[in-house]
């Protein structure tokens, strides 16, 4: 089966900083696209990062700048780290990967951005 689990979540105050990172099991990651989403209360799910197979990056363009994304296939984990966090970054960050015709998300690690 295959299973992601988000961490590194947390309180943090705007300018802040924080590393989220998601480890993979039950799939060869190297052949797989990661990303990372977030979702706050009342709004659609946003595509935050992504990162392909071959480490092509997109960010979207409220966090460019403050936000990178990199993956380490050695060991099945992709890490979001977050810069100069604002209160508009307060959500729900989720990790999601596809293959096989699936896609597969993880449970999501809260971030809360406050002074």
């Known amino acids: 089966q295959v299973h992601l689990v988000e961490s590194g979540g947390g309180p943090v105050q705007p300018g802040g900083s924080l590393r989220l990172s998601c480890t993979i099991s039950?799939?060869?990651?190297?052949?797989?696209?990661v990303a990372w989403y977030r979702r706050t209360p009342g709004k659609d799910r946003e595509l935050v990062a992504a990162i392909s197979s071959d480490g092509n990056i997109n960010l979207s363009d409220s966090v460019k700048g403050r936000f990178t994304i990199s993956r380490d296939n050695v060991r099945n984990t992709v890490s979001l780290q977050m810069k100069s966090l604002k209160l508009e970054d307060t959500a729900i960050y989720y990790c999601?990967?596809?293959?096989?015709?699936?896609?597969?998300w993880g449970r999501g690690t809260q971030v809360t951005v406050s002074s």
């Open positions: 999601n990967t596809q293959g096989r015709g699936q896609n597969w």
């Open positions: 039950g799939l060869n990651l190297r052949i797989h696209p």
